[in-house]
């Protein structure tokens, strides 16, 4: 059974950092894709980040580029989003997925097909 679970969400002030991780269980980590999604209240869920576990290729949404960084560490089927100089604007529940494939701007447009618990980060301003 695939599982996700999302941890490291939290309050941090604007400007500020937090390192959000979804430990993964079930499926065999390297043949899939891992992605962060989020949805704030009365928003769209937006692809945030996706990772290949194949080859370690990345996605990013234009939002985020250069302030979040994805990675991963196989040993401990762990995926990791580090998000620096916050804004109120990444506000939202993040949510980890995974899908088996790895087309990274199809998956993490599209959605991908399994999905674990949010985690809720608030940015105050």
């Known amino acids: 059974e695939v599982q996700l679970q999302a941890s490291g969400g939290g309050l941090v002030q604007a400007g500020g950092s937090l390192r959000l991780s979804c430990a993964a269980s079930?499926?065999?980590?390297?043949?899939?894709?891992i992605g962060w999604f989020r949805q704030a209240p009365g928003k769209e869920r937006e692809g945030v980040s996706c990772?290949?576990?194949?080859?370690?290729?990345?996605y990013y949404a234009d939002s985020v580029k250069g302030r979040f960084t994805i990675s991963s560490d196989s040993a401990k089927n762990t995926v990791y989003l580090q998000l620096n100089s916050l804004t109120p604007e990444d506000s939202a529940v993040y949510y980890c997925?995974?899908?088996?494939?790895?087309?990274?701007?199809?998956?993490?447009?599209?959605?991908?097909?399994?999905w674990g618990k949010g985690t809720l980060v608030t940015v105050s301003s």
């Open positions: 079930g499926f065999n980590f390297g043949g899939y894709a």
């Open positions: 997925a995974a899908d088996w494939d790895t087309r990274l701007r199809i998956v993490c447009l599209g959605g991908m097909l399994y």
């Open positions: 990772i290949s576990g194949a080859d370690g290729t990345t």
